[in-house]
Structures are given as C-alpha cells and as structure tokens.
C-alpha cells in the first residue's frame, strides 16, 4: 500500500522585507501608468498553495493608483495634484494565495506614498497695477509699497523673484533685496522728473521657472517740495531819472524766478517787497509782478540816489522761502 499525501494551505504569502518599507516619493507630474513601486511576496507552500493574486485594500482615495493583480506592481491610474485635497497615501495591499484546503490565506503589507511638489504653478499677482504719491524728498530703502503675489506651489518653488523690468532707466527704485517691497534707492527730484511708471515682472525659483502671466504696472507722482529759494534775474537794477519827472508813473519792473515745480513753491506765487531804503515812501512795488513806481517829485538837491532793497518770497510749504 502506497500512502498518498495532499497538501495543506499553511503558510500565508510573506511581505518580503528587501521591499521598500521606507516612504516612496513620487512627483506629481509621474505619467499615468507609471509604475509607482514593485512589490515582492513569498508562499512557503506548493502549488496552487503558493500562488497568490495582490489588491490595494484600502487607502487608496481617489482611486488614484492600481495594482497588477498579478505582478504586484502599484500603477498610478489618474493625475497627482500636491496642492490637491491629499499629497500623502497609505495604501495597504493584500496577497492572498490560491489554497483552498482548507482555505485560502492573506498577507498584506502598508506602502506609504508621498507626493512631491513639481513646480506647476506659476506666481499669481493681485492687484497687477499700482498708484502712488511720494515727496520728492523721500526717504531712501524704506518700503513704499508691498506687492501682493502668490504661488500655490510649495518650497523653492513658491519663492518670488522681484525684478523693475521698464521704467527705472535712472535706477531711482528697486526691490528690496528681491522681496515684494518696492524701495526708493536714490534721491529724487520732481524739476528733473515728475513721474514714473515702473513694470515689474515675477517668476518664481521653481524648475522650471514660471513668470506670472500678468506684469506689474506702478505709476508714481512726485509731490513738490518747497526746496529752490526765489532768485532775481539781475543782483543790481539801474534806473536814471530827471528831477522834473512828473509824478507819478513807473520806475521799472524787477524779476525773480523759482525753480519748483508746484505753482505755490514756485514763480506762480511769488511776491515782491521793498525792504528798506524807501523810508520816505517815495516808490512803491507790486507785490505780485514786482514793477517799481514812483509815488513823488523828486529834487536832485536835496537826494540824488536811492538805493532799495527788494525781496521775493514764494508761497511753498512747509515754510516760504
């Protein structure tokens, strides 16, 4: 008699653990159906015992990824978003082998899989335009105005780069250390430029580098700063007259000019006064166009020069000059 042995489903498939236990990193640009890891198990059994067929159990949200029932390998099956509503999985993953005596038997194991960011989006910028009124005497690197930027990406690629791309030909402005401050860098003066109308581009550090699909437009207007003195066009005026000039008429008329911009710093609001020689009344100034009259006959015996001292003052502000 020839005993006849079967055998019996003992053993259950075994994680081989050369496998990666460790967390696998996948970028979230991977193709769909790339293969994501390899796994690896082992039945102790024979036969149909120590075959086995895999799934993913659980952990698998979105269905984003798929597993060759056969091979074991994980497939990405649609799209990864890092900024999406998960950068992270847990997958857990049966092998249960083809026993049927008395049963068929499971193993499983837990793939952690982590996203990594790709740098898919580019900086988003709001507002894109910008007005603003400065002094003219403006203190240098302090923050006029920060711009408002975002990336959606995550680490290196969500750094902004700053950079004045139009605009700045005298590099009056910049920004600050490549940061979202706009600066004032060097002195300014509204005489020799009133306005400025900055482009400022913004890119990101990501590879590749992504610009922002709008550019930033910044007006600037000075304001006048009372910081020019009125000055005469001539340092001494002449004017000769007969004694029997008749009374009473026009001497002449002085000028003085003011190089600031605004009508109040400037020759728009200047006023003209006689501030002394004149104690005997004799001339007259008008205040707003600085002609000189005579309100007197005059008598060469007894004075036979005048000498006045005139002055112009603007109407600027903080304090006329």
Same mark, same amino acid.
């Given at each position: ?75 990405? %099956? ?9 950068? #992270? &999985?847990? +997958?857990? =993953?049966?092998?249960? @082998? $083809? !026993? *049927? ?25 709001n ?56 600066? %004032? ?8 430029t009133? #306005? &400025?109308? +900055?482009? =400022?581009?913004?890119? @990101? $550090? !990501? *590879? ?11 007006d ?54 006689i ?41 600027g502000?903080?304090?006329p000059?």
């Amino acid at each position: 008699i020839l005993p006849c042995v079967s055998g019996v489903n003992e053993e259950p498939p075994v994680f081989v653990s050369s496998n990666p236990s460790s967390p696998v990193s996948v970028g979230e640009e991977t193709a769909v159906g790339s293969t994501v890891v390899e796994l690896t198990f082992t039945d102790a059994d024979a036969g149909t015992d120590g075959e086995f067929l895999f799934t993913i159990a659980s952990g698998n949200t979105a269905g984003k990824f798929d597993i060759d029932y056969i091979t074991g390998d994980i497939l990405l %099956a649609s799209t990864l978003d890092y900024e999406g509503a998960a950068n #992270s &999985y847990e +997958l857990v =993953v049966n092998a249960f @082998d $083809l !026993g *049927t005596n008395p049963s068929s038997m499971t193993g499983s194991t837990t793939v952690t899989v982590d996203v990594s960011d790709y740098n898919d989006n580019a900086p988003i910028c709001n507002p894109v335009y910008y007005n603003l009124s400065i002094p003219e005497d403006q203190t240098t690197y302090i923050t006029l105005e920060s711009l408002t930027c975002t990336d959606a990406d995550s680490g290196t690629n969500s750094d902004l780069y700053y950079s004045i791309t139009a605009g700045n030909a005298d590099a009056k402005f910049d920004m600050n250390a490549n940061s979202e401050d706009l600066q %004032a860098v060097a002195s300014l003066d509204i005489e020799s430029t009133s #306005s &400025y109308t +900055l482009t =400022v581009q913004v890119t @990101d $550090l !990501g *590879t590749p580098t992504l610009t922002c699909s709008s550019l930033i437009t910044i007006d600037i207007v000075l304001s006048d700063i009372n910081d020019h003195t009125p000055a005469f066009t001539a340092t001494t005026y002449t004017y000769i007259l007969a004694e029997d000039t008749v009374c009473c008429g026009v001497l002449g008329t002085v000028t003085a000019t003011d190089t600031d911009y605004d009508s109040d710093n400037g020759l728009l609001s200047m006023t003209y006064s006689i501030t002394s020689g004149n104690s005997q009344q004799i001339f007259d100034i008008n205040p707003y166009n600085g002609t000189i009259s005579y309100l007197k006959t005059f008598d060469y015996e007894t004075t036979q020069s005048y000498q006045l001292e005139l002055e112009s003052v603007d109407n600027g502000s903080p304090t006329p000059r």
